[in-house]
């Protein structure tokens, strides 16, 4: 490889990576080792709660420099953890965030999209540039990583989302060579929900490469909600990272659910390491998941999934909060300990503190999930570590959890918020 033969140096390949060609090139072995001890060492050692003067730049240790002679694909995974660090000397705990928005395809679902695609190819379901079509029901992010991995690996895609969800999405999405298909939010059991469009169409490609003599061309149905490459993923590479990046030492993972792919797996990895840990579920208003883990009753009869006439889930978050078991969450029912609601104010008003205080512009999931962090922290002892996920990044929000107008038609206060808002959690 040019870089390696340029510089002379030799390559120290990385244990987590879905790539095995992924690689890392460093002034030597041992300054990749050191530089990752001190990473793990800087984990905790900035302090619980009280305030460390952070080491100048240039007196910081040189991070290797990665190379990934895989392309895109070698980018996905290997997030880093930031600390928040207003908020771990506010709570007097140490809460870091798994950087999930700095994944190509800008969110963890990056990783979902490369085990669904790659699962595929290895079943022989799915063969590259031979016209196949990668169909999925989505409310955005799946969808973005689909479509890029597609352009990747020599794939069509084929997006059906609900037409409520932020325009954002499917500008990317256009952008990406996708082709986008809009559908009324419709319940579950409903023959047009966006996720029954998407399983329809795949069929149908598959019926038309049979009929024109070309079988097994058509293309596949991801669906994230069901298939058990989703969890897989996140138990063989997230869950590892999060445990090699925390040393073991982690008291607490909160995370909210959407297929609950990234929760179930995650934990289910982590539980049997670290026997102490416990695991939170953050949940949105009219989520039904909060109550399938505190009581274990899904929702109220009047709340099931085709009972309600309109919208399944009445909140301004995007990408978690459910009303149905998927079999995804299914993989986390015994490994989460616990669940925190949080409003769409809580959330829109944490997302302005992230980026006010932080420096992080995050999206709604994300803001779901570390006000749900800071009330675990504020009921814990002093010191306790937390991690949770920042799943995607703002940009992606722009027309609505990001934008004044739409939250004020919603009826929610999009102001500004400081170190009050997180006193008054
Ligand atoms: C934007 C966003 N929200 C929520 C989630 C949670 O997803 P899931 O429960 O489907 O794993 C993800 C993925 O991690 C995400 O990218």
């Known amino acids: 490889m040019a870089a390696s033969a340029s510089c002379n140096l030799p390559l120290v390949p990385m244990s987590t990576n879905h790539s095995a060609t992924m690689t890392v090139v460093a002034a030597t072995a041992a300054a990749a080792t050191l530089a990752a001890s001190l990473t793990l060492f800087q984990f905790w050692s900035a302090g619980s709660g009280t305030r460390r003067r952070s080491p100048a730049a240039s007196s910081r240790p040189v991070s290797p420099v990665v190379v990934h002679d895989d392309g895109v694909v070698g980018m996905i995974g290997n997030t880093p953890l930031v600390r ?65 991995l597609c352009r990747a690996r020599g794939y069509r895609c084929h997006i059906v989302m609900p037409d409520d969800v932020a325009s954002d999405k499917v500008a990317m999405l256009e952008r990406l060579g ?53 969890f897989k993923v996140h138990y063989e590479v997230t869950g590892p990272e999060v445990y090699e990046q925390t040393g073991g030492e982690l008291d607490v993972f909160v995370m909210g659910a959407g297929t609950g792919g990234t929760l179930a797996g995650v934990a289910r990895y982590l539980k049997p390491r670290i026997p102490t840990l416990r695991v939170v579920l953050a949940d949105p208003q009219g989520s039904g998941l909060f109550n399938k883990v505190k009581h274990n009753v899904f929702y109220a009869p009047t709340e099931a999934e085709g009972r309600r006439r309109r919208h399944q889930i009445d909140t301004v978050v995007e990408g978690i909060g459910i009303n149905r078991l998927t079999r995804n969450f299914e993989q986390a029912l015994g490994v989460v300990d616990d669940a925190m609601r949080v409003t769409d104010q809580e959330a829109v008003s944490m997302a302005r503190y992230l980026m006010r205080e932080e420096g992080l512009f995050v999206g709604s999931s994300s803001a779901v999930n570390v006000v749900a962090a800071v009330k675990v922290a504020k009921m814990s002892r002093p010191g306790t570590r937390i991690v949770t996920l920042l799943c995607d990044s703002g940009t992606r929000h722009l027309t609505k959890f990001w934008s004044d107008d739409f939250l004020r038609q919603q009826g929610l206060d999009p102001a500004p918020t400081g170190r009050d808002y997180i006193a008054s959690l």
Do not use: W, Y
């Open 178 to 230: 996708a082709t986008v298909e809009r559908v009324r939010p419709v319940s579950i059991i409903d023959a047009n929900h966006f996720v029954n469009v998407a399983r329809r169409r795949a069929e149908e490609a598959q019926e038309r490469a049979v009929r024109g003599g070309r079988p097994g061309t058509g293309g596949v149905f991801a669906n994230q909600f069901e298939t058990l490459d989703n």
């Open 84 to 148: 928040l660090m207003t908020l771990s000397e506010l709570t007097g705990c140490d809460i870091f965030g798994k950087a999930e928005f700095l994944n190509p395809g800008g969110s963890s679902k990056d990783r979902v999209a490369l085990s669904i695609i790659t699962e595929a190819e290895r079943r022989g379901d799915l063969v590259p540039h031979t016209g196949a079509t990668v169909f999925e029901g989505t409310v955005g992010s799946t969808g973005i990583s689909l479509a890029l």
